[in-house]
Nanobody
């Protein structure tokens, strides 16, 4: 599964961005989708994940209530809607995928498929 993330950019604090992740194959529909981010000088961290059916979603505490993960299996795409952005959300955001019948991991080492990353910069 090849993934391509897009939608990053520069936004002021309090603003919104919508990231998209496009998969190269319909096999994506039986894969969980996760979003991770890496800020300068920090370790990569989990942001959000969604199971293949969309019935299970997971969020990092730092983004809960502000970010919403979703997916459209018919289009082989996933999205991360980011609202009320803060300067500390500045990072390169990566979408990732792993095969799963029902769940989504929050640990990055379980994800074999990764997109190239898209930069989100939130100015104060």
């Amino acid at each position: 599964v090849q993934l391509q993330a897009s939608g990053g950019g520069l936004v002021q604090a309090g603003g919104s961005l919508r990231l998209s992740c496009a998969a190269s194959t319909s096999f994506f529909s039986v894969n969980a989708l996760g979003w991770f981010r890496k800020a300068p000088g920090k370790e990569r961290e989990f942001v959000a994940a969604i199971s293949w059916s969309g019935s299970s979603v997971y969020y990092a505490d730092s983004v809960k209530g502000r970010f919403t993960i979703s997916r459209d299996n018919a289009k082989n795409t996933g999205n991360l809607q980011m609202n009320s952005l803060k300067p500390e959300d500045t990072a390169v955001y990566y979408c990732a995928s792993h095969y799963s019948s029902s769940y989504a991991y929050t640990e990055s080492n379980y994800y074999p498929y990764w997109g190239q990353g898209t930069l989100v910069t939130v100015s104060s």
